[in-house]
């Protein structure tokens, strides 16, 4: 930016002495003969025309490209996407009319060329020539270094934006430098006519006309160096906006990966300890059992004694029934890929034979099955535990008060599951949705954070061990789904398990 | 009457499974490791033999593959109560090894003769005691 400013800082200056200058000829073209004012009217005509275009497209050039007029414009549209489009397409608006403008001072420069060829000395002529072969060069390498710099700008390389921005300045350096050359000659030759009364007044005009014509140039391509640098400036301060959204977007999925990383070690952990102080006391469980059975058939019948020894035996079986459900809930904390499969509807029918005569009837039981065929990555038990454990509690939730149990058995796409249970990672195309919901009481708030811990329970002492869902979670997990809940006290529970839909048995995709 | 092989590193487990079996009058006899298992096979004719899956030395599955091996008609009970991976899993693994049954620990009584009469119909249950 500061370039710009430091070369249009002396150009400026030299427009302001330049317009005083031609008050000052204008005044001295009136007083030329009446054959010199024809034909300068009649070449002079066209080109006064020409440079009031290009004056009106300076100007064009100058109150669109103003910071203002594109921050407002950027600003207007939310989309940094829309923004960018945008901005690209300000910039090539610019650009055009510059290019226009450069253009049609070339335009004004050759036909200058043919309208002064007779009155204009040999030698200026020929070093009109070179100039406007010059300038013609310099400007088409500018052009080739300002394609370059959008090139990389659209890459996203910050080194190659960097190192194409260094080439364009360069090349507008360049060009700017020899505009001044050339304005400078002339000037010097126009100061040389003017102070020779000789001179013919309609050359004089001429070379002034050539030198405001390149006078002209110099502006445009400036205000087209400005216009580019603040349309860059702008994509430039669009891109990092965008990147560090990227940025904290990518923050913040890796912040919950690491979360959910941590949760799943931690729960590893817990689930290898579980499984090593299961193992131990299961060891120690054995003479217990055993032995307790073997004492218990020597005593008499009906001894105290004798119930002794039964006691030791029932408690000893409740135990290995809790490390059971411990051992349970630990294998679905491990990440071990199970080739473990079961049809869903098939294996919830076969529950359902036992468990909807277990319902009590002043509970209304509904049952959907929306899906013919689903296979899962279970077994059938495990299946039916899950779905008899989240029968068991909608039907505790209800207390023994009339209500309502709905079980839906539907298959839903990832997409739909992924918004069921969003933190979850669910990657499978398909998956198979199992709801069991009630109009019981409801969970409160806070207690939902805690409902998959193990040994956590709402239920009276003795009521529940608190395994029931953390067993089920881990049978969900074990199988590559989660289950979701959502609750609301007083209205009711809405369990859905999401298994992902596998391969039947056969090795085949299910077709359905 | 055959002779039981017991392979088990735990003391108590060993004496629980001695005593169940003698109850049920079989004969067994007591190893610690697969080392002494092998060692005992060497001189002994037995009918079956009753492993544990995790021990030290020979491996429980180890000692399963090798009992494959060395003696093809030797009928191996395995048993388990889980660990690193649950006794589930280790059973799989077992079964896979050669075990001719799998059993969990801690296992009911009439359970473990049940899967033992599977190999040894010989033995009768006696009338008198209640079963």
Redesign the interface.
């Known amino acids: 930016m500061f370039k710009a400013n430091t070369i249009i800082i002396p150009a400026g200056i030299v427009v302001l002495l330049f317009i005083a200058f031609l008050a000052y000829t204008g005044h001295q073209l009136a007083e030329s003969s009446t054959r010199d004012v024809a034909v300068a009217r009649e070449t002079g005509v066209p080109i006064v025309l020409g440079l009031q275009d290009m004056r009106a497209g300076v100007m064009r050039i100058v109150t669109s490209s103003s910071e203002q007029a594109l921050l407002q414009h950027l600003t207007v549209n939310d989309h940094a996407g829309h923004a960018h489009t945008d901005a690209r397409s300000k910039e090539s608006e610019l650009v055009n009319s510059g290019q226009q403008i450069y253009a049609a001072g070339l335009g004004i420069l050759s036909r200058q060329f043919l309208a002064t060829q007779q009155n204009v000395p040999p030698d200026t002529l020929a070093r009109r020539r070179a100039d406007m072969a010059n300038l013609a060069t310099v400007y088409s390498s500018l052009l080739a270094s300002a394609r370059e710099l959008s090139l990389a700008t659209a890459s996203g390389n910050i080194e190659a934006l960097l190192e194409a921005k260094e080439v364009f300045e360069e090349s507008e350096t360049a060009t700017l430098m020899a505009i001044e050359r050339t304005l400078n000659a002339e000037l010097s030759i126009t100061e040389s006519m003017l102070a020779d009364s000789a001179a013919s007044t309609i050359a004089l005009g001429q070379g002034i006309d050539y030198a405001a014509a390149l006078i002209m140039l110099a502006v445009a391509l400036l205000t087209l160096a400005v216009a580019r640098l603040h349309a860059l400036e702008s994509r430039a301060r669009l891109r990092a906006e965008r990147n560090s959204d990227e940025l904290s977007r990518e923050i913040e999925f890796r912040k919950q990966a690491e979360t959910q990383l941590v949760a799943a070690q931690k729960l590893s952990g817990m689930g290898?300890l579980l499984?090593?102080i299961?193992?131990?006391?299961?060891?120690?469980?054995?003479?217990?059992?055993?032995?307790s059975?073997?004492l218990g058939?020597s005593l008499p019948p009906d001894s105290a004694d004798r119930r002794d020894a039964e006691m030791i035996t029932d408690s000893?079986?409740s135990a290995?029934k809790t490390?059971g459900d411990v051992?349970a809930f630990?294998?679905g904390t491990q990440d071990q890929p199970t080739s473990d499969r079961c049809e869903a509807i098939a294996a919830l029918r076969h529950l359902l034979q036992i468990a909807s005569k277990a319902m009590p009837s002043a509970i209304a039981f509904n049952i959907r099955f929306e899906v013919e065929t689903a296979w899962v990555g279970l077994t059938s038990t495990e299946l039916e535990n899950l779905a008899l454990n989240l029968l068991s509690n909608a039907r505790d939730a209800l207390a023994g008060q009339p209500g309502r149990i709905d079980l839906i058995a539907q298959r839903v796409d990832g997409a739909q599951a992924k918004a069921e249970s969003p933190i979850i990672d669910l990657p499978a195309p398909c998956y198979f949705r199992l709801e069991i919901s009630d109009t019981g009481s409801g969970i409160a708030p806070e207690v939902l954070p805690r409902l998959f811990d193990p040994f956590f329970t709402t239920k009276e002492v003795g009521q529940g061990t608190g395994l029931g869902l953390a067993v089920s979670y881990g049978i969900a997990h074990r199988a590559g789904g989660t289950i979701a809940v959502r609750s609301e006290p007083g209205k009711g529970s809405c369990f859905a398990v999401l298994l992902p839909v596998v391969d039947t048995e056969a090795g085949f995709e299910d077709p359905s | 009457m055959s002779t039981i092989l017991i392979v088990d590193d735990d003391a108590a487990v060993r004496y629980t499974l001695q005593r169940v079996l003698a109850a049920h009058d079989f004969t067994a006899h007591p190893t610690a490791n697969g080392k002494e298992a092998l060692a005992y096979l060497k001189d002994h004719a037995v009918g079956l033999i009753i492993t544990d899956i995790i021990m030290p030395e020979v491996e429980g599955i180890e000692l399963i593959h090798t009992l494959r091996a060395a003696y093809p008609d030797l009928p191996i009970l395995a048993i388990s109560g889980g660990g690193r991976l649950d006794a589930r899993e280790h059973l799989k693994m077992a079964e896979a090894f050669g075990a001719s049954q799998t059993l969990r620990k801690p296992f009911d009584n009439d359970e473990l003769i049940a899967a033992i009469r599977q190999f040894l119909p010989g033995t009768t249950p006696p009338a008198n005691k209640g079963d």
């Open positions: 290898t499984g090593g299961a193992h131990s006391i299961n060891n120690h469980l054995v003479p217990i059992l055993s032995l059975q073997l058939k000893a079986r290995r490390l051992l630990a294998r």
